[in-house]
Antibody
Framework: EVQLVESGGGLVQPGRSLRLSCAAS????????MHWVRQAPGKGLEWVSG????????GYADSVKGRFTISRDNAKNSLYLQMNSLRAEDTALYYC?????????????WGQGTLVTVSS | EIVLTQSPATLSLSPGERATLSCRAS??????LAWYQQKPGQAPRLLIY???NRATGIPARFSGSGSGTDFTLTISSLEPEDFAVYYC?????????FGPGTKVDIK
């Protein structure tokens, strides 16, 4: 059974940093690209960042480019998101998501999310 | 950045009715278009990928069509569990975007 478990969220002051983690199990982690998607309270989904299976390619939403860094450790079956210079508008539930087997364009498994609250 | 527009914002229907949801891209996304269902307090669920392929375990009443800039998600006969928010999502190289969502609620 595929499982994605996010951790590392919490309350943080504006301008500070936070590192999110996603522990993956139930599939061959290093076969798949992985992504972070967030959802602000009561709002829609926003793609944040993605990374290829071998970390050779990454992408970022304009809203986080230069502040967030995605990485992965295939030996540990883990995905990370380093978030620096956090802003109030980064407050959201952050989901880790796996790409669908037959297409690298959709996300077929999602974690339950970890909540990040940026506030003084 | 490719912008996705979904219409209508809200669709009020009764169980058993047909639902037709639209997603339009600001430029061609080929067939790199997916649809998700999200219920309150839950993570999104993949319904359709690559415009018309049903994801594993998705009932046949869900179907997707379209290519280029115009896409449609059709639910042939609404079941009580289908009332939810639906999002489309596209991929362009290493940039992905979601539409704002369509809420399907009970009339």
């Amino acid at each position: 059974e595929v499982q994605l478990v996010e951790s590392g969220g919490g309350l943080v002051q504006p301008g500070r940093s936070l590192r999110l983690s996603c522990a993956a199990s139930g599939f061959t982690f290093d076969d798949y690209a992985m992504h972070w998607v967030r959802q602000a309270p009561g709002k829609g989904l926003e793609w944040v960042s993605g990374i290829s299976w071998n970390s050779g390619s990454t992408g970022y939403a304009d809203s986080v480019k230069g502040r967030f860094t995605i990485s992965r450790d295939n030996a540990k079956n883990s995905l990370y998101l380093q978030m620096n210079s956090l802003r109030a508008e980064d407050t959201a539930l952050y989901y880790c998501a796996k790409v669908e087997r037959g297409s690298s364009s959709a996300f077929d498994y999602w974690g339950q999310g970890t909540l990040v609250t940026v506030s003084s | 950045e490719i912008v996705l527009t979904q219409s209508p914002a809200t669709l009020s229907l009764s169980p058993g009715e047909r639902a037709t949801l639209s997603c339009r891209a600001s430029q061609s996304v080929s067939s790199y278009l997916a649809w998700y269902q999200q219920k309150p307090g839950q993570a999104p669920r993949l319904l359709i990928y690559d415009a018309s392929n049903r994801a594993t375990g998705i009932p046949a009443r869900f179907s997707g069509s379209g290519s280029g800039t115009d896409f449609t998600l059709t639910i042939s006969s609404l079941e009580p569990e289908d009332f939810a928010v639906y999002y489309c999502q596209q991929r362009s190289s290493w940039l992905f975007t979601f539409g704002p969502g369509t809420k399907v609620d009970i009339k």
